[in-house]
Structures are given as C-alpha cells and as structure tokens.
C-alpha cells in the first residue's frame, strides 16, 4: 500500500490520525535545517516554502502542514534559540566564566550560517514587529539565563554584591561583544581582545 512519505502505516479499517500525531520529526528536523541554509543563502525576502521544499527534500505540502507560512515558520525556529539557550560556564571565577562564554558565544556568532543570518533578520525586525519581538526574546532570553547563572555563582563567590543590577549586569556582560562580531561585523577578533573583554568586564561588574 502506498502511503504519503510524512505519514506512518496505519492498520486496516481504522481512521489514520490527523494533525500533529502524524507529523515525522526526521522530516520537521529537515525542513528546520534547509530554513537557516535558505536562510543564509538567500534571505528572508527571497525566502521560499518552494526553495525551502526543495532543500529538505519534501514536498511543499510538508512545509504547510507544520507552518502556515515562511514567517511563521522562521518565528518558530527563532523562538527556538531563546529556549535552546547557552551552557552556563563553571570555571571558579567571574573573569574565567566570562572569558569562556565569549569565546563559546564569538565561535556561534561568526559561524558563517548565523553571520548571515542575524542581520538579515534584524533587518527585517526593523519592518516587522512580529520578528522584532521574536528577536528580542530570543536574544534577550538566551543570554539571560547565562547571564544570570555567571552573576549568581559570582555572588556565593562574594565577587559581586547579591544586590547587583542583573540587567545592567546583561547589558555589561552581552553587549561589547554583540557590538564588535554581529553590528559592526569585524572581520576577526584581535588575538587577545576575549580575554581583555573578560577581565574588563569582570572588573566592571565588581565595582557596580
């Protein structure tokens, strides 16, 4: 008997679920991965469930089963990135976390799909408040959670005050670095500029 490539066998003279129960996750996690390649290769403007398709080796149909059209799809994925998030380091010291967040966070950030990527879509944020609010959440989310494990192991150290500003810490701990790789895009970090980053920015956050 032949069957529709995203649906399972069902049994005879039963009624075959509908909806997500028949949705393969090979498939959803295919189509996810050809969203960032066409994303990064195209742009969300010429951005297309048909190029997306073609990517992930499916059918249209496939694509409009889990997502009603492109933009929602690529809210999903962004949302995504909030709840994924970043490991917490746990080096023993403020500095060492620090230094070790930005280089996991320098080597994600300039990885060629995402140096494509985010600018694209922040581009597009500027036009549309749907994505604008995506991107926040999962920029502001993502690095929050880090950020708030780095200043609570920092503060049981006694190396940060327990009363500290955790969002003026967020903006101390993110923002130099977002600066330099995702807005003014420099092509290479210099050689000792992470851990110069780090021992600045530590030496900040005690002194709030």
Known sequence: MTTNAD???TRPRRRAP????????????AIRAAVFEELAAVGYA?????????RAGVG??????????KLH????????????GLPAPDTGSLEGDLRLLYEVTSRALRHPVASQIIPDLQAEA??????????RK???????GVASAIMGAAAERGEVGRDIDQ????????????????????????KAYLPALARATAAALKAL
């Open 7 to 9: 649906e399972p066998q």
């Open 138 to 144: 999962a920029l502001r989310e993502g690095q929050d």
């Open 167 to 190: 969002d003026l810490a967020l903006d101390l701990i993110s923002g130099p670095l977002y600066w330099r790789a995702v807005v003014i895009r420099s092509p290479k970090l210099p």
């Open 18 to 29: 509908a909806g997500a129960a028949v949705l393969r996750e090979d498939v959803t996690e």
């Open 73 to 84: 799809l690529v809210l999903d994925l962004v949302s995504a990135v909030a709840v994924q």
């Open 46 to 54: 010429r951005m297309s469930i048909e190029g997306i398709a073609r």
């Open 60 to 69: 249209k149909t496939a694509v409009y089963r889990r997502w009603r059209s």
């Open 126 to 135: 500027a036009r549309n408040p749907e994505i604008a609010e995506a991107m």
